[in-house]
Structures are given as structure tokens and as C-alpha cells.
């Protein structure tokens, strides 16, 4: 999965990040150019009209741009890109974090989009010579979600359906909201892997996405994106609901495994072990609604 690969990428680099994040790439404002500022705060500089031909470099970022409308100039993915189907037919660059920058460069791209801080630090060199405009999404929150994607839209020239998908977004959160502001919020452990056991931490969208739910993080204080857990650590803190991805490619998490685990927990002793779509949840594009509704339903499936 995508977002699992991603994490033991991000743990690596922590501490390039923290002293490389700053650094500033020289843009040329030129006269007609439009500026723009991403999800880190940078100033983004793209030709006076739409990007015609656009590499993205992470799943979520795929599903955004085909959602609005920009599957035609979309000219390069990752191997992870897999939604929707045409995007299966786009050309591949490599992986997420280190993409093919030659194969990259060769497509001649106006515009790279990508997900992360960590992916920005291992392309912002190399491109900002070239003058490729690099725009980083960067939400931590599920309403940051439909935000970037209306600040895409805005880049790409896509305002009227970028606007369409935010505010439909918007109405589906508010509804769940709605409907678990009266119910028990309870306490949620959110497995991403296992051996180790990686959760999600305080500034995640997948904390935001528990909290919209009507749960509680018991890793929801902890100030890494995604800390490890000890078993012990787990059971101390007692989860009545495990939630973990319905399927994780070669590193499934086995039901077995976390019954055995932790089988002292309410959530074990009461059954509350709860399966989502690991592309609905983990992917900070559309489609998250979808997970938050599953989240939802599965803390509270009495809920109308």
C-alpha cells in the first residue's frame, strides 16, 4: 500500500527534512506568470496559462487530477497509481519518493504535483534548475483535503469542478458530523502495519478522519505523523475499536494476528475489530469521503 511505503520513507529522512525544508528555490515572476502558494507554504510560479502536461507523483494526487477533469494531461504517475483505471495506461516514473528524474525531465512536464514534505527534499533541486514548478499538496485534515483540491483546481484551471467536488465533500463530512455529535466517542487503535506496529499520530488526516468518525486516537496526542506502537503500549491504553485496512498487499494485516495481539483489549473481548478500504482511508484524495463514511459506520453501525 501506498501510504505504508510512503512512512518508512518519511522515518528515514525526518532528519534531512527538518534542516532541508527551509530552503528556498529561486522562481522566476516574470511578467504574465502566476504565483501560487502550496500546501508548505511556498511560492509556486506557472506560466500565465493551465498546465498542459503534468506529472503526479503519488496516488491521491492521480485521483484528484482525474476527478477533475485532467486525465488527458496527465502525462506521468507512479507505479502506485492505480486509480482510477485509465491511469493504469499512463507512462510510470519509479516509485513515490526517488521517481525516475530523467524519464521525468524527458516528458517535458509544466507542472509536478506531489503529496509530501519528503517527496519535495528529493526533487526540488534538480527541477527548480530546470524551472519545473513543483506543487506540494500537504493536507493534515480531511477538510484540507477538499481544500487542496480546490487550490489544484485553481492551478490547473479546473475552479468550476474543483469547486463541485469540495462542496459535496463538505455535505458529506457535515453529515457524519451531524450524526455522531450525540453518540459515545470511543477509544479507536488505527493499525497501518504491523511488526511493527505503526499508528497515526496528532497531525495526520487519519487521526482527523478518527475524530470526524466519533472516535478517540489513543495515538492521537503523540506529536510523530506516524509513531510506533508496543504491544504493551496498546493494551494499556485499552482500545474498544481496532480499525485496520480490509486488505495491505503483501503486508496484510492478519485478524488473527491482532486478536492474538491484543486479545486483553475491549476491542478484542467485545469484537469490535473493524475493516476499512486502505485506498478510501490512507489516500488524501475524493475518495476519502467514502472512508470517512465507512469509519463512521463502523465505530457506530446504529447510526442513521
Known sequence: MFLTRLISTILILAAI?????GRKMEVN??????????????????????PQRIISLAPNITEILFALGLGEKVVGVTA??????????????????????ERLI???????VVSTASQ???????????????????PRTVREVAASILALGEVTGATARATEIATEMERRISAVESRVKSLPRLKVLYVLQTAPLIT?????????????AGGISISGAETADYPQFSRETVISRAPEVIIAPASHGAGVVSQDDLRRDFATTPAVKFNRIVRVN???????GPRIIEGLEQMAQGLHPNSQ
Not at 524527458?106 to 509536478?112: E, I, S
Not at 519535495?120 to 514548478?133: D, F, M, N, V
Not at 497515526?200 to 470526524?212: H, P, Q, V
Open 120 to 138: 519535495l527534499e528529493s526533487l526540488a533541486g534538480k527541477l527548480g534548475e530546470l524551472s519545473i514548478p513543483v506543487y506540494v499538496t500537504n
Open 278 to 284: 486502505p485506498d478510501w482511508v490512507d489516500r488524501p
Open 29 to 50: 515572476e516574470g511578467p504574465g506568470n502566476r504565483v501560487f502558494t502550496d500546501g508548505l507554504k511556498r511560492r509556486v510560479v506557472i506560466g500565465s496559462t493551465p
Open 80 to 101: 502506485y497509481c492505480d486509480y482510477p483505471d485509465e491511469a493504469k495506461n499512463k507512462a510510470r516514473i519509479g516509485d513515490t519518493i526517488h521517481p525516475d528524474l
Open 106 to 112: 524527458a516528458m517535458r512536464p509544466d507542472l509536478v
Open 17 to 21: 527534512l527538518t534542516s532541508g525544508c
Open 200 to 212: 497515526a499520530g496528532r497531525n495526520t488526516f487519519i487521526n482527523d478522519l478518527i475524530d470526524l
